[in-house]
């Protein structure tokens, strides 16, 4: 562990939801029980027919509030001609 992190489990968990066909995966509160304003470490590794290669070092993270959607945008028809449409977010 980093010498600034401290945590009472020094011991890591498997993300249950990763599937080793997908090159990415995403946590979310939802499914996964990410609390916001919790500092996550995240350890990494990579696999193939030869088997696993070491942990990268600790990734913290900490979790935040999802972000909202944006709101939907506004066409500006004073700004847009025949050939362009001027749109803002």
């Known amino acids: 562990m980093s010498s600034n992190y401290q945590t009472s489990s020094p011991t890591f968990t498997k993300v249950t939801g990763y599937s080793n066909s997908l090159m990415s995966y995403t946590l979310t509160s939802a499914t996964d029980g990410i609390v916001v304003g919790t500092l996550y470490a995240f350890k990494f590794r990579a696999a193939n027919i030869k088997g696993y290669s070491e942990f990268s070092r600790e990734l913290l993270i900490a979790a935040a ?8 945008p506004i066409r ?4 847009s001609t ?3 449409l001027y749109i803002e977010w």
Do not use: E, H, Y
């Not at 500006?76 to 700004?79: G, K, N, P, Q, S």
């Open 82 to 84: 025949k050939t362009s």
């Open 65 to 72: 509030s999802p972000i909202s959607p944006p709101a939907a």
């Open 76 to 79: 500006r028809m004073d700004l």
